[in-house]
Structure formats: C-alpha cells, structure tokens
C-alpha cells in the first residue's frame, strides 16, 4: 500500500511568517510530487510540482524535494491570511494515478 | 473558457437510488479521473480513464460505475450498492502523455447527501 503522510495540523503561524508544511512519502519509485491547496469547501487547486531533488521556487511558495529521504516539503514566505486553507502533497503512484496525503490545514493570523 | 465543469453542485439522494454525476472537460485532456472526499480525509480515487472507451477501478471502486464514451465527458453512477455515499466527490483530468510527469486539474465538485 502505497502512503503518503502529512501532519493534519492545524499549523498556526503569524502574517508575515514562514510557514513550512512537510510530507513524506513510500514508494521509493515516486518521481512526480505535488502541491494543492483546498480552501474550505472548494476544490484543489495545483500549487507547485516538482520532480528532481532540490529547490523549486515559484513567488511565495518554495518546494523542495529529497529522494534519499522520501519526502517532499512546501515552504510558504511571507505568509498571508489568505493562504488559510488546507494543504494536500500528492505523489505519483502509477501512470497517471497519484496518491494524496491528507493535508495539513494552515492558519495564518493577522 | 477551458475548464473541467461538475453537476449538479449539489446532490440530495434517497437510500436505494442511483445518481449519476456528471463531469466535462474542454481541454483535450486524455485522461480523467474520480475522487471521494470526506470530512477530514484525503482524496480517494474510484475510478479512471485513460482513453475513451476504456478505464481502470481505483481504490474504491465498489458500488461505483462509470463510462467514457466520449473524450470530452467521464460520468460516475453511484449505485445504491455503495454503503455510504455521503462525501464531496471530485473530477480530476489531466493530459495523460506517456512517460512525462501528468499534472491533474480538478472541477469545482459535486457534494452529495444521502437522506
């Protein structure tokens, strides 16, 4: 069975902070990593993907990926309390197919 | 506008019904995709397709049916065989090239309600 876990959270953090959510995965032949965001609600949105080992930066949002280490995190600068919302890692399970984490819910407080 | 667009927004159903909903797609997409939410939980996948004419159960298919008959639609029945249906489910495409990283896109979603 192929697992992606997330901590549920909620993670509070002040406006104008880093937030940093984390996700770790199973399957060591995962290559395609994903980030969503779901406001309370409405449907996920694709924030980032990412598929080598590093960095990837995108505005606000940072991804980063270790293989060796099976996990995959989003750090989110400057945090706003519009990014409340909760957030899904999402991994390649298959052609196609991806697994979801079950999110990690973030509050941001002006 | 492209767009993945679900109907009904919202859904009512009496034990012992089937309903269908209904998922479209105007991005070319090859592949679509079915998933359960529930309260607290991450999406689940039911079922998925491909290519038209053709699709795969996912992790819980029971008590679901689907079909794709065309490109464009993926409709899911949920059959009054399905225990607990209540949950917001969502419809996902993407482009479904072979052997490139395969980005899903999801529809606004459908929440359906057992009375």
């Known amino acids: 069975q192929k697992e992606v876990e997330q901590n549920s959270g909620p993670l509070s953090v002040p406006e104008g902070a880093i937030a940093s959510l984390n996700c770790t995965y199973s399957d060591r032949g995962s290559q395609s990593f994903f980030w969503y965001r779901q406001y309370s609600g409405k449907s996920p949105e694709l924030i980032m993907s990412?598929?080598?080992?590093g960095d990837k930066e995108d505005g606000r949002f940072t991804a980063q990926l270790n293989k060796a280490s099976q996990y995959v995190s989003l750090l989110i600068r400057d945090s706003q309390p519009s990014d409340s919302a909760t957030y899904l890692c999402?991994?390649?399970?298959?052609?196609?197919?991806?697994?979801f984490g079950k999110g990690t819910m973030l509050l941001v407080s002006p | 506008d492209g767009g993945i667009t679900q109907s009904p927004k919202y859904l009512f159903r009496k034990e012992g019904q089937n309903v269908t909903l209904s998922c479209e797609q105007n991005?070319?997409?090859?592949?679509m995709y079915w998933y359960r939410q529930d309260p607290g939980q991450g999406l689940r996948l039911i079922y998925y397709?491909?290519?038209?004419?053709?699709?795969q159960k996912g992790d819980i298919a029971e008590g679901y049916s689907v079909s794709r008959e065309k490109k464009e639609s993926f409709p899911l029945t949920v059959t009054s065989a399905q225990k607990n249906p209540t949950a917001f489910y969502l419809c996902?495409?993407?482009?479904?090239?072979?052997?490139?990283?395969?980005?899903?896109?999801f529809g606004p979603g459908t929440r359906l309600t057992v009375l």
């Open positions: 990412i598929y080598s080992n």
């Open positions: 999402a991994v390649n399970s298959g052609y196609s197919t991806l697994t």
């Open positions: 397709s491909q290519i038209v004419n053709d699709f």
């Open positions: 991005l070319n997409h090859d592949a």
């Open positions: 996902a495409s993407s482009l479904g090239t072979s052997g490139t990283p395969d980005t899903q896109y």
